[in-house]
């Protein structure tokens, strides 16, 4: 009897021993993972905003460009106004603009440049404030109105000499800017998520999943208590995460990024529970861990009733001394058998949950990246297929081959924003199929540029196989010109032959090497001329 009393009690007292610092762990643990998924939401949500913002205000660069165009023709003097209309005409038909107003010093309308008859007319006066902004700044952007469709006029006061003779004036149809919003709400944020752009006044001018134009957002939005006059734009110009709450009071993760030339103010949000949706699983691991805690300890009960409390409570400080330390503290796995057993158990989880929560920071931060360089749906195809992780590597011979735009290229200074979109991602597609031919492997991207290897133990000769690849983009980017002739594209290239570390995916296929060899091959390509290559001496040695 008293030995069943002892029993209970050393199995009772192991277990509030025990079992208490596995819950407070395991909740320490989740709140981890919670902050963690938080931040990362958040930095995506930034991401998307800002190439939302980034999107629409180089649309504006492009238009205001058109804009500048005609208002230096109109300034030209000696041009008659006859050959000054033809030029606006042909101006106005080969752009997105449906029609060009000009406005005389006092903002009454004076003509208007229209592709057809029919074409909507613009408003009979300009604002002062308008003219006020236009002469001030050189351009200005008035205030989205419209029943069907929103417009926006962009103002440039027309100049001879110093003198300001009148203004410019086209519109910004903001329906146009909607597949882009679309497209990235539906690659980034998924069904749930949502992307809404307002002005100062917090009215809606673009929305994915659509809203009514003109409505204004306050309560149950990202913009609940914000007033973009009273803060300023310039207050959310780099960007501020938020939560709020929806309608049915479902809380939501949210980041704004504004536009202070335009006034406008770019929302990205999703769901908290979408968010945390992989959390459910951190969980379940948590409580699997306090339940194999429980049992350890009702087992080391029934084997040791005595001289076991001692080290069972060094243990329980171990735990608590590795939960304030995160994942890298590990609990002491001596004493007993049975208690280095369950401080092995507790150290091996917690390394199982460090490697799980950097493989979702690891996917997290990739995506916002890879966003950079990418097309949404190459993106998403390349996430669906799953990322390899790696560990380790080993030492061998690489070529490494740094393919850039070559020095004098601009392609800021086109009009045709889209053309350059498709010329670059066509020169993208073709320098990593040459690459490929060749049995090399892409590193990555970086900026404009691809980096390109070729471990020996993938081609055999890697300077010899480097070098027809190198060779081989040159011919298609060539290629490429003809087909792009309103594009400068021309690249330059930079080769390396090394001994270097060459890390190994999960899979056996090495896809990425040192630094030093990277950034030695893009120093030869700042040296390297238009469609030319620029190799080191080990390179040109083996090739010789």
Not at 522 to 538: H, V, Y
Request: with cysteine; net charge negative; aromatic share 4%.
């Amino acid at each position: 009897m008293l030995r069943t009393r002892l029993l209970h009690r050393a199995i009772v007292s192991h277990l509030v021993v025990a079992v208490p610092p596995a819950v407070v762990l395991g909740l320490m643990v989740v709140d981890i993972n919670q902050r963690t998924l938080r931040a990362d939401a958040q930095q995506l949500h930034l991401s998307v905003a800002g190439r939302v913002r980034d999107a629409i205000e180089a649309d504006l660069e492009a238009r205001f460009e058109l804009l500048n165009h005609a208002e230096r023709t109109l300034s030209i003097q000696s041009v008659p106004l006859e050959d000054k209309t033809r030029l606006l005409r042909a101006l106005v038909a080969s752009t997105h603009f449906p029609w060009l107003a000009l406005y005389t010093a006092d903002g009454q309308l004076d003509s208007v440049v229209r592709p057809k008859d029919g074409a909507q007319a613009p408003d009979p006066t300009l604002q002062p404030e308008l003219r006020h902004q236009a002469r001030a700044k050189g351009r200005a952007v008035g205030r989205a109105e419209g029943e069907d469709k929103l417009i926006a006029p962009l103002v440039v006061p027309l100049k001879v000499g110093d003198e300001v003779r009148g203004y410019v004036v086209a519109p910004l149809e903001l329906e146009r800017l909607m597949p882009r919003i679309e497209a990235l709400q539906a690659s980034f944020l998924g069904p749930l998520g949502r992307l809404e752009v307002v002005d100062a006044q917090s009215r809606a001018l673009m929305a994915s999943p659509a809203l009514a134009p003109g409505k204004v957002l306050g309560k149950n939005s990202p913009f609940e208590g914000y007033r973009g006059e009273g803060q300023g734009m310039e207050s959310v110009q780099a960007g501020i995460s938020t939560t709020f709450k929806d309608s049915q009071q479902e809380p939501w993760l949210a980041s704004l990024v504004s536009s202070p030339e335009l006034g406008w103010v770019v929302a990205s949000s999703r769901p908290a529970a979408v968010a945390f949706a992989t959390l459910s699983e951190v969980r379940s691991r948590t409580l699997l861990l306090a339940l194999i805690a429980a049992l350890a300890a009702g087992i080391v009960g029934l084997v040791f009733a005595r001289g076991t409390a001692t080290p069972v409570l060094q243990l329980a400080r171990s735990v608590r001394d590795s939960a304030r330390g995160g994942f890298e503290a590990e609990v002491s796995e001596s004493g007993t058998m049975e208690l280095a057993t369950l401080g092995q158990a507790f150290n091996e989880s917690l390394r199982r949950l460090d490697r799980y929560r950097k493989e979702l920071r690891h996917r997290s931060q990739l995506q916002v990246r890879l966003s950079r360089h990418l097309t949404p749906s190459a993106l998403h195809e390349l996430l669906s297929q799953g990322i390899q992780r790696t560990e380790g590597g080993r030492d061998e011979l690489v070529s490494v081959i740094y393919v850039d735009l070559a020095r004098g290229v601009s392609l800021n200074a086109s009009s045709d924003s889209h053309g350059v979109v498709d010329a670059l991602q066509d020169l993208y597609a073709e320098t990593c199929a040459a690459i490929e031919q060749q049995g090399g492997r892409v590193d990555r991207y970086s900026g404009d540029a691809v980096i390109g290897l070729f471990p020996r133990s993938l081609v055999g000769e890697p300077p010899r196989a480097a070098h027809e690849a190198a060779q081989d983009v040159l011919r298609r980017v060539a290629s490429l010109g003809e087909r792009w002739a309103d594009i400068d594209l021309a690249v330059g290239i930079g080769m390396v032959s090394q001994t270097g570390q060459v890390v190994m995916a999960s899979d056996g296929g090495e896809f990425t090497v040192s630094g030093a060899l990277v950034e030695h091959a893009a120093t030869l390509q700042q040296s390297a001329g238009r469609q030319a290559i620029e190799m080191d001496a080990p390179s040109l040695e083996a090739l010789s």
